[in-house]
């Protein structure tokens, strides 16, 4: 009989969720009359699905209310807008995710705009954002937030540490980038006009990819004993036209060069809903401190 051993290359997202949860529940243990989290999809959005049923479910695991609303794919701007300034107002609503994407007609950036600072959970809010460039990182977007947490998870010194970010997206590479300056690294970040991205990554001991392409991170792209954070999330179709969600890495070939992967799913992405929670925590300090609520 043979005997699989556990991969210690792969970094349990999960159970880094796990933990987190565990945390923020024991502060909720401690309070009562929290706020709900309210979660907004605007229309019919697939995309949005895994991502609002697992922040309920993490919501539940951490003692948190949590409410699904479901805007007509119709709803003008104006609408929009004033339902979330009636949240601001609401003290029984502690914090507010807006779904992306939204319907064309609507401003997604203005309305996540509209958001206050204190329930922008998602950290989301250009206020939210531009304060992580004062190292103020308290409410920062949950997936760039989520990929520092793995990379501390493989139990490396980020200060100093070369890492190179491909991808600059607004709520990925570009706030990543910033949060891990903060930590210490030293950080190159790659996009779509890189010249060599490979030139570049082959030179970090961590590599971190957003870019939003199927196996975008082959072996040859990394440095042996690096660890890889894939931030992809692609549907493709595999060879028995089934759906399936795959990363920006090719897993199972840069698995035998990395010192760390993280797996899709598994990796990222329970994180990533994690963290939002942990904001929720935040968010609900911060009211209290600022006397919004006791
Ligand atoms: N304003 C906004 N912020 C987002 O962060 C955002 C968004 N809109 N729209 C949709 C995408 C998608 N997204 C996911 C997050 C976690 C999982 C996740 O938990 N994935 C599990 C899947 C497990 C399962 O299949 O249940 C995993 O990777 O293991 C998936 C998808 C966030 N997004």
New binding site residues.
Partial sequence: MTQTLPDHRLID??NVARRILAECKDYTDEQNNLGRLVSICIGD?P??E??V??QARGAERAGLPFEQVNWDANITQDEAKQIIQQMNDDASILGV?????APAHIN?RSL?SAVHPLKDV?G?NPASIGNIVYSDVALA???AAASVELIKETGLNLEGLEVVMIGHSE?VGKPAAMMLMAEGATVTVCHHLTRSVAMHSRRADVVVVAVGIAGFLGPDMIKPGAAVIDIG?NQITDEDGNFK?VGDVQTQAVTEVAGWIT????????V??AI?IRNAIVAHKRQVAAGWIS
């Avoid at 797996?263 to 329970?270: D, E, L, M, Q, S």
């Fill in positions: 997202g999960r959005v995309e949005t895994v991502y049923r697992n995710i807006i779904q992306r994407p997604i996540q998602e989301m977007p949950c997936t709520i999330i969600i797996p899709v799913p598994g990796g990222v992405g329970p990533t809903v939002l």
